[in-house]
Nanobody, 116 residues
Framework: EVQLVESGGGLVQAGGSLRLSCTASGFSFDDYTVGWFRQVPGKERERVSC????????YYADSVKGRFSVSSDNVKNTVYLQMNSLKPEDTAVYYCWCGGGPVESWGQGTQVTVSS
């Protein structure tokens, strides 16, 4: 069964850090693009960051550049989103997405709440 499982969300004070993890099961992340999206109630899902496992290229939304960093661990079949200098406006449900190949899948989401 193809599955993406996120973890690492939680409650943190402004200025703090969290690391989200997205682990794939049932397939390998190799040659896929893995992305992190976030959504708050009443708004569209926003792309935050992506990494191409094929060539290592990364993307960051302007709102998180310099604060967030995406990386991967091939052995663990896991992609990480390191979030530093968190702001209250980063509060959202964060979703992992994988695509660009035979498999396209979303994780179940993990809540990130940043208090002021």
């Amino acid at each position: 069964e193809v599955q993406l499982v996120e973890s690492g969300g939680g409650l943190v004070q402004a200025g703090g850090s969290l690391r989200l993890s997205c682990t794939a099961s049932g397939f390998s992340f190799d040659d896929y693009t893995v992305g992190w999206f976030r959504q708050v109630p009443g708004k569209e899902r926003e792309r935050v960051s992506c990494i191409s496992k094929r060539d290592g290229r990364t993307y960051y939304a302007d709102s998180v550049k310099g604060r967030f960093s995406v990386s991967s661990d091939n052995v663990k079949n896991t992609v990480y989103l390191q979030m530093n200098s968190l702001k209250p406006e980063d509060t959202a449900v964060y979703y992992c997405w994988c695509g660009g190949g035979p498999v396209e899948s979303w994780g179940q989401g993990t809540q990130v709440t940043v208090s002021s």
